[in-house]
């Protein structure tokens, strides 16, 4: 299970002692389409980090793919018992993959770990967008709190992310902008 910082947490459990008491009608359209599409995203994300899994090698990427699959199961496991119990129908799961040896990928087919890091990246900030939308769409407490939830989650993964892809030099900065008129430094 993926665990937020004890004063992240902490926050959590007032938000939720606050507001979680409110009745709980039927999930309106948006909050179950939120849900679901949530869900699905992660459903094919997991098997893409397997995979990534099975081709690198670099020591670094492996704990950041291993932490993405944990926060993913542990967000897939929230939704899913959340979307059972307000009895929203599931997506099906794809197949996931077999365990395979990185150093027998042939190039043309194995990823480069830049490569990954990136997908990686875009993965979360396409996650969190999802979540920021699904926070703007719940009117129902219990589902805005579990998209804050899952939003903050993602926030702190991906923070690590960058850092990694920093020390690294996989991330992928974009050209700077100098105004016309602005001094060149």
């Not at 944990?70 to 119990?85: A, D, P, W, Y």
């Not at 993965?123 to 939003?151: E, P, Y």
Request: glycine share 6%; hydrophobic share 35%; with cysteine.
């Amino acid at each position: 299970m993926f665990a937020l910082p004890n004063k992240i947490e902490a926050f959590f459990d007032y938000l939720v002692s606050r507001f979680d008491t409110e009745p709980k009608p039927r999930l309106h359209i948006g909050e179950a389409m939120g849900c679901w599409l949530y869900l699905t995203a992660l459903l094919e994300e997991i098997p893409v980090i397997d995979a990534s899994l099975n081709t690198t090698t670099d020591t670094q990427l492996i704990e950041l793919l291993n932490d993405g699959k944990k926060l993913g199961l542990h967000q897939k496991n929230i939704l899913e018992t959340f979307l059972v119990n307000e009895g929203v129908p599931l997506s099906n799961p794809p197949e996931p993959k077999p365990k395979s040896d990185p150093d027998r990928v042939p190039p043309g087919v194995k990823a480069t770990d830049s490569e990954i890091a990136n997908f990686l990246s875009a993965k979360v900030a396409s996650n969190i967008v999802m979540c920021s939308t699904n926070i703007s769409q719940s009117i129902r407490s219990d589902v805005g709190l579990m998209w804050i939830r899952f939003h903050s989650e993602k926030c702190v993964y991906g923070m690590d992310v960058k850092s990694k892809m920093r020390e690294r030099g996989w991330i992928k900065i974009p050209p700077y902008y100098i105004p016309p008129g602005a001094p060149s430094n």
